[in-house]
């Protein structure tokens, strides 16, 4: 606990010349580096930009002194920092393209909403170390290439991806396809959206251990079916799998299944039992190592982690209980597991959005069974497309029909009156509640588990 106080304490910012933030509040000139691949929404583009020089820029009397022959002082300052700077849709620019901005530098704050769900935006970016916002700038583009160049390739690498999907499918198909593979949910139509939010299915298209899993388990199978070695295979999954987590946007609950997924892959390849819980631990102290403030402001690490200790410790209970259903199609299984990961996400969900799903567990049951299918349809298809367009487009359509089946599920699903409530956020001592009586229900449970186990052994 010690040790992790000193790291948050280490990352927290630094109001010193030297940090871009600063000069919140000044009119600038920075020179900087677009350093994840940029965001691109409806009307515009958010890019994370790493800033490495900074100059005021002139005032109306600066100008005028200048005009007249005065001298005016226009050093550029090293500083670094990262601004998220909102520009237009064109011209576009790319991951490791090196600019130059003019806007007025402004300090992050709070979003007011009517109804009291106010986003606490600052702290939202302050976990991406950003603590800039730019609007209205004018850029000028200076040079390309200035990122890794592994990362820069991957991403090239997704753009034919993306292009490739688009080719071989309509919208909303596309879009919804795009969520899966590569977690692109921004281009997701906006009322489809909602009618995940409102069904509680959003997770299907927030890349998680299952996506993780799916992947790995079909990059295994296509290396040994061209007969390459085990010791291949695990490289070319594990690569997979980093090649999954860039283009995916590196979010928390990506990086966690993706390291939780690569120790799996790892123990396998030695030879060892992989335990998930010591998975899950250390999946959750490497990132808190590397960025303490996901603990605490980042919802998407929260209901990750929450999820998958629902999955760990309550799907044992629950199977318990349901032992003499019939599995059929994966439905019991996709109950148990359903039922497992919102019983410890919901009180997280009503503390963050005040919103709960009555028909989440249907929608889920009825859903994730085809997910698999879904995905390792599309990815055949892409791959098709990538080497024959027509091709993929002829395979394309069996993509279409599982992919049409979930969208309406979900649109009809959420069309009932009472599927999802608004019921405000509740407080956090009762968010502390809820977690404890649901820690102390999973104990008494555990034990009667191993008490049974105890006397069916003697």
């Not at 291949?232 to 299944?257: D, E, H, K, T, Y």
Request: net charge positive; proline share 3%; aromatic share 10%.
């Amino acid at each position: 606990m010690f040790l992790g106080i000193l790291r948050y304490e280490a990352g927290i910012e630094r109001s010193t010349e030297q940090e871009i933030s600063f000069y919140n509040g000044e009119e600038a000139v920075f020179v900087g580096v677009v350093s994840v691949e940029p965001d691109e929404r409806k009307d515009k583009v958010k890019l994370k930009v790493s800033a490495s020089a900074l100059r005021l820029r002139r005032d109306k009397e600066s100008e005028k002194l200048s005009a007249q022959g005065g001298k005016v002082d226009e050093e550029w300052k090293g500083v670094h920092g990262n601004v998220l700077v909102n520009s237009k849709l064109y011209p576009k620019y790319k991951y490791g393209d090196r600019l130059e901005i003019k806007c007025k530098l402004e300090k992050p704050g709070v979003i007011k909403s009517d109804d009291g769900l106010d986003f606490a935006y600052d702290k939202y970016l302050a976990k991406e170390n950003i603590y800039s916002l730019c609007y209205s700038p004018k850029i000028e583009f200076l040079e390309s290439g200035q990122g890794n160049f592994l990362i820069g390739a991957l991403l090239k690498g997704k753009e034919k991806f993306v292009i490739t999907v688009n080719k071989i499918l309509p919208e909303p198909q596309a879009a919804f396809l795009g969520g899966l593979l590569y977690g692109a949910r921004r281009s997701i139509p906006e009322d489809l959206m909602n009618q995940f939010n409102i069904t509680g299915t959003t997770h299907i298209i927030a890349i998680s251990g299952y996506n993780i899993t799916i992947l790995a388990a079909m990059l295994l199978s296509i290396a040994k079916g061209v007969g390459v070695s085990r010791k291949r295979s695990f490289w070319i999954a594990l690569f997979g799998i980093l090649f999954f987590v860039i283009i995916a946007g590196g979010q928390a609950s990506i990086i966690r299944a993706a390291i939780m997924g690569g120790l799996v892959l790892l123990a396998n390849q030695v030879g060892r039992v992989s335990r998930i819980k010591n998975a899950l631990v250390f999946a959750a102290a490497l990132m808190l190592i590397v960025n303490p403030k996901v603990l605490a402001f980042d919802a998407g690490f929260q209901l990750s982690f929450a999820a998958t200790i629902g999955l760990i410790f309550l799907s044992p209970i629950f199977e318990n209980h349901f032992e003499k259903w019939p599995s059929v199609f994966g439905v019991k299984e996709s109950l148990v597991s359903t039922m497992s990961a919102i019983i410890l996400t919901a009180p997280l969900i009503l503390y963050t959005f005040g919103r709960v799903s009555l028909v989440a567990p249907v929608a889920n049951i009825l859903i994730l069974p085809v997910i698999p299918l879904a995905m390792a349809f599309g990815f055949v298809a892409v791959i098709l497309g990538l080497i024959n367009l027509g091709a993929g487009q002829i395979f394309g359509w069996l993509v279409w029909l599982v992919l049409s089946y979930i969208i309406k599920v979900v649109e009809f699903l959420s069309k009932i009156s009472w599927a999802s409530l608004d019921i405000g956020r509740i407080n956090w001592s009762v968010l502390v509640l809820f977690y404890l009586a649901i820690g102390m229900f999973i104990y008494a449970k555990a034990q009667n588990i191993r008490k049974d186990a105890k006397l069916i052994k003697e």
